[in-house]
């Protein structure tokens, strides 16, 4: 599976951006799979930002994407989506979707950057203050 990330681009503060993510082959399915959306700034580490699991009952969100981002997936569009409102320009940096290594799992690792085995190849978003 090869995963397309789209929705980026440069704002301004308090500004909001929906991202989506979706396989680049529409025979593939993301459906099965727990999705994460990460993000990695130049000099920094990879974070994660959201994820949710394959049924869409769960939801996990890095601290500083509470209450204002916001993860939802719709299985039958095989599309994972990332809202973003109140955006700040601490959120720049190329934020990246992707797909847990395994299937129909409802376990707690969604944030870490290793349960994650296929990736997408990253959106930008600038926020300018």
């Known amino acids: 599976v090869q995963l397309q990330a789209s929705g980026g681009g440069l704002v301004q503060a308090g500004d909001s951006l929906r991202l989506s993510c979706a396989p680049s082959?529409?025979?593939?399915?993301?459906?099965?799979?727990?999705m994460g959306w990460f993000r990695q700034a130049p000099g920094k580490e990879r974070e994660s930002v959201a994820a949710?699991?394959?049924?869409?009952?769960?939801?996990y969100y890095g601290e500083f994407a509470k209450g204002r981002f916001t993860v939802s997936r719709d299985n039958a569009k095989n599309t994972v989506l990332l809202q973003m409102n109140s955006l700040k320009p601490e959120d720049t940096a190329a934020y990246f979707c992707?797909?847990?290594?395994?299937?129909?799992?409802?376990?707690?690792?969604?944030?870490?950057?290793?349960?994650?085995?296929?990736w997408g190849q990253g959106t930008q978003v600038t926020v300018s203050s």
């Open positions: 949710i699991n394959w049924s869409g009952t769960t939801t």
């Open positions: 082959k529409h025979t593939d399915s993301i459906t099965p799979y727990a």
């Open positions: 992707a797909q847990h290594r395994r299937v129909y799992y409802n376990g707690g690792d969604y944030y870490a950057v290793g349960s994650y085995g296929t």
